[in-house]
């Protein structure tokens, strides 16, 4: 049996992080974005190596929109449990993407195989065509709002 985990299911209590930091580099805003899921044991360090690799190879594989980005790797190169982290950088986050500009919110995705995912992604790519959220999203100072979005998905 599938269990179908929820977006906030994945994310987890402490799985929300927002960020008023600046000019950060591709590195550091990438290392912040699996930082909780780093803390918590969900990737291992090779995970958030995976994606900076990965980016020196072939640039900003994972901003999939305007604001938008979902850092990822394979789930063979260190994924300890299917997690998400959510991260907001408030001032925005420059990650070398031509097409789509700065950064605002990110989801980390780590996933433990390409099939138990495909329920989360769905929700997520609904989540991601909502501007009306994703403003809302990126526009709050505090988790619990962005938890009360996220319910929705």
């Known amino acids: 049996m599938v269990c179908i985990m929820s977006l906030l299911e994945l994310i987890g209590d402490d799985g929300i992080v927002i960020t008023s930091e ?3 580099s ?3 805003a990438l290392a912040l974005t699996c930082s909780v899921l780093l803390k918590n044991g969900k990737i291992e360090p090779s995970y958030l190596e995976a994606i900076k690799q990965k980016h020196n190879e072939i640039g900003a594989y994972y901003v999939l929109a ?3 980005a979902m850092p990822h790797a394979r789930p063979e190169d260190g994924v300890n449990e299917a997690a998400l982290q959510i991260t907001v950088f408030k001032n925005g986050v420059n990650l070398e ?3 789509n500009g700065d ?3 990110s989801v ?3 996933a433990m195989d390409s ?3 495909i329920n989360t992604i769905m929700a997520l790519s609904e989540l991601f065509q909502n501007d009306e959220d994703i403003e809302a999203i990126i526009n709050s100072d505090n988790q ?3 938890v009360e979005i996220l319910k929705k998905y």
Do not use: G, Q, R
Request: proline residues 4%; negative net charge; charged residues 25%.
């Open 103 to 105: 950064v605002y919110f």
């Open 144 to 146: 619990s709002d962005i």
């Open 115 to 117: 099939d138990s995912h």
């Open 97 to 99: 993407s031509e097409d």
């Open 22 to 24: 600046s000019n950060l």
């Open 26 to 28: 591709v590195d550091s």
């Open 66 to 68: 305007p604001k938008i």
């Open 108 to 110: 980390t995705l780590a």
